[in-house]
């Protein structure tokens, strides 16, 4: 037996969730295989590679002074004048490369990797080397100009000073010299300190490889269609087709739900003097009825079926098991049953009472115990339409029955 | 006509709903530095999730027909991001592993106890303070094992094989350079902020229960003996909160006693060492910093270089390789950053509307506000399981409440001594 999600609008049962799943197969497959392809698509049409260089910087005098280098050169490797110089020579756009270079200093070393990406492998290899080699030679030009600098620096103070005394100046011009050349090689030293630790051979694929791609959009479209599966199930104007959407009709009372022949066995367990068969279609209710009341017979238990017909007189027999009595007797009908005297009457143990849901059967079933009480929902009925009827027999703790 | 079996009667605390949850409790506690081979996927979460499945079947859980649908959303956009990331982010860094783990961590918010009745509540909290107080006095007791002389070892570290141990946490250190105390972890706890955040959860829960004066306050020594902030903020928190509450005339008593022990507590050195830290924040490096502005600081100017990044985000797990590549120790992720640096505004926006929505509808306003403030802005609080278990055992499970709010209408006396007689037909 299923019992509703008990006194909570928001429950669902993991037997409610599976059976949603279940019915919604194609949906979830329809989903899963529209977000495989949707993850394949993005993964083929954008394919990008990316190659780097890794660029060395060298020590300085300390680690400050070796981190402001490498920051220092990690900015200049992609500076506008090299990225301008470099674009222009691929024949490419300045915008294009700078969007596709980068350069990131490798944490704790004197290493930069300098990493281009782009739609191939070539080109990718081609951006990386080009900027790097311009961005070299641009530290190179810079460095000899700097050594020039020097270099006439010293010339002009060895030309233009002079000495008496012949050895003084040649001691003179050998000093000079001596400090120029230092000057000289620390220029040298303190500009060209930058080179290339590893070239980029060959491009490698980046971005989200295929089969991550493929895996998330399946997830992703088995996801939101679950969702959809879900929120159709929310919809209360659907028409009530398994024992699941019975459930979610039963779900503010507690109602219990199931199948006609498992409600029969569990009037014949109850044992009870009284089955209150209920239902707005007289058609299914009456199904039910004499589902329940065979079954019963079936096993050893004498049964009478009392159908409440309208307009009809006094309790009055139709047939070998079956009665029938009039709307307006109802009251005292059930009274007879409540107190086992209609049972007696019919000669039988058990009476199968079938009735329309309203305010003079309902009377009778809050706290009652005489009873079973069954509500037939016909296969088709909407969900609203099942919620009002478990609203207004809510006192008898009735079981939800799911009948076609 | 015979009472359906499985409902309760409601009279009374639903007990396997109790024993049910204060497992768990105690699960969250012992459990959480013990992880499966490889040291990356913790036990807890594969206990909870077991635990879950178990409740599931026995129909002491259910889903949450709200929460799964925003879960399915959240899920099914931060999957599908993928998609415009390859189109439209150059070189996202997409990991499989973090997206998986966020969702799974975040998959028994879907959940909701079947039985959630105020004497089931009371029951279940009364249950976990116990456990608490229980860690709480481990707290304490290392720290005077080594104020007597007795060295901090990891006894853990001495049963469990290293890569049985959840990796990457910084499981104690000392009060202060050069000082041979460390921070209390309780033994068993991954890091003494943890526990500090634990020990707050507890308070909270003492001071909703009413407990004993003298409880609360071994819970708090507890906290100072961590030296950590995490239980101080979620105990300050939430004590606001209830102070905007009904409940607050049953509060002095308690407000009176904590203020008079916390101005005792900050004359000594464990007060005081914990009192230096209310101000860390202003400080670069400092923990407070590294958890709530400097991953801002960090991560903004690469999140904003470019609209598509903003829009559709850098891809699952990002933040954390972009973070792990500064090389930072102590730099965590804040969620919102890892909502939404990771996933972009469209898929991050509904991700973070299912977050906020566990919080919704809290059986208790002050639990509630004081874990989302944590987690929203101190923890790492979307994707370390230990840190997002007391929101789902203290607040998700219990939505929407079943009954009003308990700063509303405050846990009396015989409630919190005399809890009703269980009938369970």
Known sequence: ?404 | MPAPSGNPTRTGAHRPTVRWLISIFAATILLQRLSLPGGIIPVLLVVVIAACAYALLTGLMEFDRTRLSLYLLAAGLTAFAVVPQVLFIRDPLVSLTSWGLFMTIWAPATLALVHRSRETLIAAFRGCFWWGLALGIAAVLMRLIQMAGVPYVDPLAFVVPPNLLVQGYVITYPIEYGSEIYRSNAWVGLEPSIISLQLGVTLLLGLLLRMNVGWLAVVAAGIVCTVSGSGVFIALIGVAVMLFTPMRRSLWGYVIAGSVALVLLLQTPAGQSLGRRATEITLSGSSTSLRAIEPYRYLWPQWTADPHNVLFGLGAGSSQKLVDATNRAGLLIPSPVKVFFDYGVVAGIALAIFLVYCYYGAPSLSLAVSLFTSAWILQPGTTTFVLVAPTLIFVTWWAPRAAERIEVEPVTRLEATRPKVEVHL
């Open chain 1, 1 to 404: 037996m299923t019992t509703a999600t008990h006194g909570n609008d928001h429950g669902l049962s993991i037997r409610s969730l599976v059976g949603l799943l279940r019915r919604n197969v194609l949906l979830l497959t329809v989903g899963t295989l529209i977000g495989i392809l949707a993850g394949l698509g993005a993964t083929s049409l954008n394919r990008q590679y990316a190659a780097t260089v890794i660029v060395e910087v060298a020590p300085g005098s300390d680690v400050g002074q070796t981190s402001t280098l490498v920051q220092s050169a990690a900015s200049v490797l992609v500076s506008p004048i090299v990225i301008d110089t470099a674009a222009k020579d691929l024949g490419v756009d300045s915008s294009t490369l700078s969007a596709e270079v980068t350069s990131t200093v490798q944490a704790g070393t004197n290493l930069i990797n300098v990493s281009a990406v782009s739609d191939s492998d070539q080109s990718a290899v081609d951006a990386a080397t080009k900027v790097v080699n311009v961005a070299l030679n641009d530290y190179r030009a810079r460095s000899q100009e700097r050594a020039s600098q020097v270099r006439d620096a010293g010339s002009e103070l060895l030309a233009n000073g002079s000495l008496d005394q012949t050895r003084a100046e040649a001691a003179r011009q050998s000093s000079i010299g001596s400090v120029v050349g230092s000057s000289q090689g620390q220029a040298i030293q303190d500009t060209v300190s930058v080179s290339v630790a590893s070239p980029a051979l060959s491009a490698y694929r980046v971005g989200v490889s295929r089969p991550i791609g493929v895996i998330l959009g399946a997830a992703a479209g088995f996801l939101i269609a679950s969702l959809v599966a879900l929120s159709r199930s929310w919809n209360r104007r659907r028409p009530i087709k398994t024992l699941s959407d019975l459930e979610y009709a039963g779900r503010m009372g507690g109602v219990l739900i199931e199948t006609p022949l498992r409600a029969a066995g569990h009037a014949l367990n109850a044992a009870k003097p009284a089955v209150l068969v209920l239902g707005a279609d007289p058609a299914t209710r009456e199904s039910l009825a004499r589902t329940v009341m065979t079954s019963m017979q079936e096993n050893g238990t004498h049964t009478a079926l009392v159908v409440v017909t309208e307009n009809a007189g006094p309790i009055d027999r139709t047939g070998e098991y079956t009665w029938e009595v009039g709307d307006d007797q109802v009251n005292t009908v059930m009274s007879r049953a409540r107190r086992r005297r209609l049972p007696d009457e019919l000669d039988v143990n058990t009476v199968v009472m079938c009735a329309p849901i309203s305010g003079q059967t309902n009377a009778y079933l809050a706290g009652q115990d005489d009873y079973v009480a069954f509500v037939a929902v016909k296969r088709g009925t909407r969900v609203a339409a099942a919620e009002d009827q478990f609203r207004l027999v809510m006192a008898a703790d009735p079981i939800a029955v799911l009948t076609d």
